[in-house]
């Protein structure tokens, strides 16, 4: 039978460095909770709010498989193995860190705010060659509910391919909409985007995740609407 974790959007840690304002599922940097380090290969589902203008230097990273999505706005990415390129709303980006790699994210506009959800998942194997991925996710039609995948191991066309035991799709749910979203892994993290729904009869509003264990499928339904990336996790 599945179990549930509620972990509901305030009670995330924080940081407000002025040009950038974050709030953090997990564990991470000066937030830390012992109780709350990850939920199995997912490490940290950040979101980031950058001002016009900011960014993150370049720096390293070394085995992690890293996911951006944007929300609102446009961030512009370039790293030491050559890729540079601006990541868009409706757009997959995923950066495997491997043996290592540095890179540098800012905002791509000087005055517009960017907002975006960047998630880091442990990798399968280390010791991997870094690599980097960028792909367009389909049109969400008006009115429309659909699920999307976003980044896989066995990767198809509409998603980048992550070296991770883990997958993740988009849902979107139109004003009454309703999903399902099979869970072949065994377990689920649901992070809300946007919007507010029902996961198996389970609340979330904007900003919540919830932790579920020994699932097959999820039900989502969303009175209102709702953008959700669903984790189907080992």
């Known amino acids: 039978m599945p179990t549930y974790l509620h972990r509901k959007s305030d009670a995330r840690g924080q940081a407000d ?20 380090m990850g939920f199995r290969a997912l490490r940290v589902i950040n979101e980031d709010r950058i001002a016009g203008g900011g960014g993150f230097p370049t720096h390293g990273h070394d085995n992690m498989e890293i996911v951006t999505y944007i929300l609102e706005g446009a961030l512009e990415h370039r790293d030491s193995i050559g890729s540079g390129a601006v990541i868009r709303p409706g757009e997959a ?10 890179h540098s994210e800012y905002n791509a506009s000087a005055t517009d705010p960017v907002h975006l959800l960047q998630i880091w998942l442990l990798p399968s194997q280390r010791g991997i060659a870094p690599g980097y991925e960028q792909k367009t996710l389909p049109a969400v039609a008006a009115g429309e509910s659909r699920l999307d995948m976003v980044a896989a191991p066995d990767t198809p066309d509409s998603a980048v391919t992550i070296h991770s035991d ?19 892994r065994g377990h689920a993290w649901v992070q809300v985007a946007r919007g507010a729904l029902s996961v198996d009869g389970h609340d979330l509003a904007q900003g919540d ?16 609407g709702a953008e959700v990336l669903v984790f189907d996790l080992a």
Not at 167 to 178: H, Q, T, Y
């Open 166 to 184: 883990a997958s993740i799709a988009r849902a979107i749910l139109a004003p009454g909409g309703r999903l399902t979203a099979p869970i072949t």
């Open 93 to 102: 980006q995923r950066m495997s860190a491997g043996t290592g790699i540095r």
């Open 209 to 224: 995740g919830l932790a579920v264990k020994d699932v097959t499928a999820l039900t989502l339904s969303s009175a209102e």
């Open 17 to 36: 460095h002025g040009w950038l304002k974050a709030k953090h599922s997990f564990s991470f940097g000066q937030y830390y909770d012992p109780n709350i």
